[in-house]
């Protein structure tokens, strides 16, 4: 019976698994978290996020989510929604916890052994982020990541838009030269061929 | 326009999140988070309602609103009560009581006002 319940909503939309976790349908709330919970739990840990951190972060986000469902009106996708709501949720532990004024604008991590020699082969997005600043690597995540505007993110992290706009270059420059062999997109921003 | 493809490369990969081996651990966790808080809030709420139907009852009984009742509509409740008595003699019972039959009336319907919220809940929860 239970089983069946739950075939019938992995068959549903998004929106509509959301419209009945609006009625207080816990299970198909549950099916949303099957479904996006990998990307938020990634995001966080993107953002920076320890995996325990990240996890936690993560939980107390798709619980706000639930609390708040009645808002998502399917607008954008679910996972979006959900991931902003995260974003936002790791910035303000960030805040209480008066972590986020320490953050280095350069990189805390030196390149690893290896990077070096990467330009020829394939460095994956996680890899590349770490060796962006910190608050690079937020403001980035959050951009590119969560889809906040870059206004969005200086309001969220309490920043100048301007100091946002430079991290966000900065990471971009560095991210460009760290994934330019993965992505077919050179240095310089060209496309190559192939 | 180089660099919007390289955005638009770099939002696709961010969109694609890494897979986790314990992701159906990770829902279950939460799934039983939410049935917990949702158990806490029912229970808070069924016992905010009793609190308050025990005051409301005893500030009715106090304020001998009935006795106020029957008073403005005496010829009303004389009529009803007649009419009553013709239909079900076993009336009688209910208006010898201490509280008298009006409030026994009120508690019934509110106790089958409350079984109707119940029996939703269950259709609701099954």
């Known amino acids: ?194 | 326009m180089a660099e919007v493809d390289f955005e638009r490369a770099l939002e696709r990969m961010f969109a694609d999140a890494p897979a986790f081996p314990d992701s159906e651990a990770f829902a279950a966790r939460i799934e039983r988070r939410l049935d917990r808080g949702w158990m806490v809030r029912r229970a808070a709420i069924g016992g905010a309602g009793l609190v308050g139907g025990v005051i409301g009852a005893s500030q009715l009984i106090l304020s001998r609103f009935v006795d106020r009742i029957e008073t403005a509509s005496t010829g009303s409740a004389k009529i009803i009560t007649a009419g009553w008595n013709e239909v079900a003699p076993a009336a009688d019972l209910l208006a010898s009581t201490p509280v008298g039959s009006p409030v026994v009336w009120l508690a019934m319907a509110m106790a089958l006002l409350a079984l109707g919220f119940v029996v939703t809940r269950l259709i609701d929860e099954f």
């Open chain 1, 1 to 194: 019976m239970a089983g069946a319940h739950r075939e019938t909503l992995t068959s549903l939309h998004d929106v509509e698994l959301a419209t009945k976790a609006a009625t207080g349908e816990r299970k198909a709330f549950g099916e949303l978290v099957r479904r996006h919970g990998s990307a938020v739990r990634g995001l966080l840990r993107r953002m920076g996020a320890g995996g325990a951190e990240a996890d936690d972060v993560a939980q107390d986000a798709f619980l706000a989510a639930f609390e708040r469902i009645a808002e998502f009106r399917g607008e954008g996708t679910f996972a979006a929604w959900v991931k902003r709501i995260a974003a936002r949720a790791y910035l303000r532990k960030l805040q209480k916890e008066r972590r986020l004024q320490n953050l280095p604008a350069d990189s805390e991590l030196p390149a690893g052994p290896g990077h070096e020699g990467e330009a020829a082969g394939r460095i994956d997005l996680d890899e590349a982020l770490k060796t962006l600043g910190a608050a690079e690597r937020l403001c980035v995540s959050m951009c590119y990541g969560a889809g906040l505007s870059h206004a969005e993110a200086a309001e969220a992290l309490n920043l100048p838009l301007g100091t946002v706009k430079s991290h966000v270059k900065r990471g971009l420059d560095k991210l460009r030269t760290r994934l330019a062999p993965a992505e077919g997109v050179d240095p310089e921003g060209r496309r190559r061929n192939g």
